[in-house]
């Protein structure tokens, strides 16, 4: 059974990156079918998907945050991790790391079948 686990600094001042970091168990990042995202909730909004590192290291973004985001994966340590720069009190949310399987319909939420407990991030100065 797969878990995946966040971590990394729980408070980043505004201007910094923030840096988080998945560890993977009881699963390689690299088998497919499944990819590797990073998911966001601010306080009372909803889940907003910020990217994704495929089993072959290919990546994807959501294109709001695409310019300041980037995913990239350790495969020996089967970690992966989210850097997030020029962080705004906007980016505050609890964060996770989600195994996605790419065998579910794309409209369905339980193509993100594994998630992290999540992890609270918090901006400000």
Request: net charge neutral; charged share 15%; glycine share 10%.
């Amino acid at each position: 059974q797969v878990q995946l686990q966040e971590s990394g600094p729980g408070l980043v001042k505004p201007s910094q990156t923030l840096s988080l970091t998945c560890t993977v168990s009881g699963g390689s990042i690299t088998t497919t079918p499944y990819y590797w995202n990073w998911i966001r909730q601010p306080p009372g909004k909803g889940l907003e998907w910020m990217g994704v590192i495929g089993y072959d290291g290919s990546t994807n973004y959501n294109p709001c945050l695409k310019s300041r985001t980037s995913i990239s994966r350790d495969t020996s340590k089967n970690q992966f991790s989210l850097q997030l720069s020029s962080v705004t009190p906007e980016d505050t949310a609890v964060y996770y790391c989600v195994r996605e399987d790419t065998v579910v319909a794309v409209t369905h939420w339980g193509r993100f079948g594994s998630w992290g407990q999540g992890t609270q991030v918090t901006v400000s100065s």
